[in-house]
Every structure is written in C-alpha cells, then in structure tokens.
C-alpha cells in the first residue's frame, strides 16, 4: 500500500477525531443543555402557572412551591336526569349526558373548558361524593385550597358553591377570576338545523316599573348589564344552563362567537359552513383570604330542558327564558288550554286537535264573515271588472261607481280583512307555543307519529295539509283575477307544503285541522249563498 496514502488516511482520521472531539461534541452538549435549560424553564412557568393565574402578583408566592401540572383527569356522577361527567382541569361540566325521553343527548360535545368551569389552571381531585352530590379540592400553593362542591336536588334547582381555604400564616389574595360556559349548547337531534340560531348567552334583569324581569341577550363584550343581573348563562330553544349568584356580586359579563364544528347550509346544496356556539364567561372580582380563614361563594343553578310546567313551580323566573313571542300572553293561554285538555285525553295530539277546534269555535263568527265577504265579492267581480275598464281613466268616477255597486250588493270590503287581522295574533301565538313547548317532545299521537316535536318522518301531514289548502284557495279564486295573483293562489299550497316539511308535527297537525275546519266553513258558506241565489 502506498506509504503517502496512508500516511494521509492517518492525518484525515486525525483531524475528524479531533474535530468530533472539541467542535462537534462541545456543541452538541451545549444545544443538549440548552434544549434541557429550555424545557425546565417551561415546566417551571406550567407549574408557576396555576399560582400566578389564582394569586394576585402582591401576595407571597414561592416559585419553589408550586406543584407541577398533572394529565387531565374525569369524573362522572351517575344522577337521575343525566350523567355528568366533571374535567379534573377547573372542576367544570365537560359531558351533561341528558337522559332524554327519546334517546339519550349529550347536551356539552363541543371542545372546551366546561360548563361552570372555574380557575382551569388549578388542578382539581375528587374530595367527596354523595349519590347526588361531588365535592373537588385543589392546591393552589401549599396551605391554600379551593374547594368545589356540585349539589344536584330533583326540582332541578341545583347548588354550586366555591370556598377558597387558606391555612397559611399569612393574607393571600385571589386575583379576579371567571365561570366559564360553552362553547355552545347541543340539543336533541330533531332541532340541531336551528340549534345555531337559537343558541344565546342571555341574562335576566329586573326593570324599574316591570312587574316581571326581562330576558336579555348579550352580544358583544362592551354591552354590558346596566342593572343587577338575576342569572346568566345560555340557552337554545329546547335547554337551559344558568347560573344565579346567591350573596355575592358578579364582575363583567364576557360572550364570543366560537367555532364548534361543521354545519350543511341549504341541506347541503350550498356546501357547509362553520358552526358557531357561544362562548360566555362571568367574572368573579378578587378577593382577600385573610390568614386560618376562608372565602366562600355560593350560587344556584339550572341545567336543563325549558320545561314550562316545572318553571312555574320553580324560583327565578326561569320561565322568562321560553319565547313565547310578541303576543306572549296569548301564546301562555293557549299552552294553558293544551294542557287541560291533555290532562283529560292523555294524548298531546288529540290535545292540538280539540284545542284548534275550540278556537275555531270562538272565531266562527268571524270566520264566517269572511267568507260571505269573500263569496259577495266573488259573485260581482264581472260587474267590477265592466266598471274598471269603463272608468280605467277617470279615478273619481272609478271610485263613485265602485262604492254605488258595493251599496247595491250590501257588500263590505273590509268584513273579508277584520276577521284575519283578530285570526293573526291568535294563529302566532299558538304556533310559537307549539313550537317551544317541551310537553311535545317525545310525545306519541298515532302510528308513526311518535314524536310531536319532530318533523313527519314520511312527510304525509304536510303533504295532507297541502292538498287541503289546494282545494280551498281553487274554490277561493274570483273569476277574472289577475293571472299573476291567482298563479300565486295555485302556488300557495304547494310553498307551504314545502315550509312545513321540517316543521315540528304537532304544528302540522294544528295548521292541518285548522285548514280542514278552515275548508269545511267555506264549503258550507258557498252552498248556503249558491241556494240563496
């Protein structure tokens, strides 16, 4: 072999020894000891980070103290109404599985701290439990604790209470901290379509003058409550969650719009889009615990479905969270009729029936004078329509005319208009007490109608009630009408079809009655008139 060769293999190995030795491993070492350096400084500041989030910055806090971070941990309470599962993460609400009547519905799926959730920094364990009760504890420093007790009562007016405890020698001040709710509130899978726009964070307050409270809804952060706040919290159409202070004063209130999963718009023709929940929290301002002593904040709370029954039973005017809509009062004495008349047939739909046919009943009056107005108008529409192409250029005489012909038929225009303007008020208050009311939910009427809350599953009321409004408006349509108008009369039924597809069925069934009824009157008014004449 060649001596120069290897005397130059001898020099190579030489230098990239050497170079292994005092470049390439002092500064592996060194990226070694940094990355180390790196990784215990953030483990520090995770374990600083519960303190110095709880703790106000003046109060005495070693660093050496705090303990580190532990892996989230859950625990669920077997109640009832609901299993509640509890994140160890701020002791907050992470699953409310709500045994509903039909399936069971997990009420908190969407990603987040919890419902009630408080001071997520500290790590929570489970102190005690009951059959319908959970106590956690947790260590904020050593010698200073904060407890979370969960009472759960069957009239659904449950207790929350905090108590900070310090065991320290010394004063220890509680930065200002919050209870988190959302992001958003699920509900049963029949109304998930609306869940979106129905889902709110709201509060109650009593306004000067009002003999009852008002429910608002809160928007954006800088709309803050101009008066006292009874409770807070969200809600969708179905479920409420609330929380009520009881003895302490509440901070600001804080909402915001968050992402919680993917939505179908126009049933998927236009792709999806983002679903949205609300996200609120409340803040609790901070506080002194002096030293062998405790602080301790106690509240109510309601997690649930807006049963109205129940409500009236309850404190808190939760009721104030049903909407029942601008005819309000109306809309709680129809629910008020609905449930007398289940209370005598067991049967929610034969309930709507009898209740639709009484109100039918009370407007027959008027009812029936809108169809004679309609059928007078309908017998001199040739006679009209000779008058408007006659006088088409002299507006006065138009108008001289018309009236000399309305006198000759004693006809009144206006009986056709007053009878739907007093049928208007009555007809929105009955559907948006049908359309908020939980009785319905999971309630049976015949065959395949199991649930009243629900939409048709083979779609039969809608497409029934459909043809029932096709019969009425072709027998309602004046001859000679404007082709425009009376195409939107042929089209009427089949849109409203359309409209009550996905409506609930029992607000089906009432608007089917309603149009049988409706279609019965006018049959009857049409022959009595065609016998007269």
Sequence with gaps: MNRQFLITAMLFLLIITGYNQFVALPRARAAQEAAEAKLKTEQEAKRQAGAQAVLAASSPVSKETASAPKPEEFFTLNLSQADVTFSSKGAGIKTYLFKDVIDDVNLTPYQGEGYFATLPQVDFAEFARTRNSITF?????????????????????????????????????????????????????????????????????????????????????????????????????????????????????????????????????????????????????????????????????????????????????LDRSIAFGFFGALGKIARNVLETFYSWTGNYGVAIIMMTVLLQAILFKFTLMQFKSAAQMKKIQPEMKRIQEKYKGNPEALNRETLALYRKYKVNPLAGCLPMLIQLPIFLA??????????????????????????????????????VMFFQQKGNIPAGTDPAQAAMFKYMPLIFTLLFMNFPSGLVLYWLTNSLLTFGIQTFVNRKLAKAN
């Design 137 to 317: 504890v947790g260590d904020i420093v050593p010698g200073f604790s904060v407890y979370k007790e969960y009472r759960f009562n069957d009239n659904g007016i449950n207790n929350l209470t905090v108590t900070f405890e310090n065991k320290t020698s010394q004063p220890l001040t509680i930065a200002d901290w919050k209870w988190n709710f959302g992001p958003g509130l699920a509900t049963v899978k029949s109304e998930m379509n609306d869940n979106e726009r129905e889902s709110k964070a709201v509060y109650l307050v009593q306004e000067k003058g009002k003999k009852k409270p008002t429910l608002e809804t809160f928007a954006k952060d800088d709309d803050q409550p101009e008066l006292p706040w009874i409770w807070a919290g969200v809600e969708n159409r179905y479920f409420l969650s609330v929380l009520i202070p009881q003895g302490w004063k509440p901070g600001d209130l804080s909402a915001k719009q968050e992402v919680v999963g993917k939505q179908k718009r126009l049933w998927g023709l236009a792709g999806e889009g983002d679903l949205k929940g609300p996200q609120f929290s409340i803040t609790v301002p901070g506080v002194t615990v002096e030293a062998k002593s405790k602080v301790e904040y106690k509240s109510d709370f309601y997690f649930g479905p807006k049963d109205y029954k129940q409500f009236l039973q309850l404190p808190y005017h």
């Design 430 to 467: 009955l559907f948006n007490a049908l359309r908020t009311s939980w009785s319905l939910h999971g309630a049976k009427f015949v065959f395949w109608i199991t649930d009243l809350s629900s939409k048709d599953p083979y779609y039969l009321l809608p497409i029934l009630m459909g043809a």
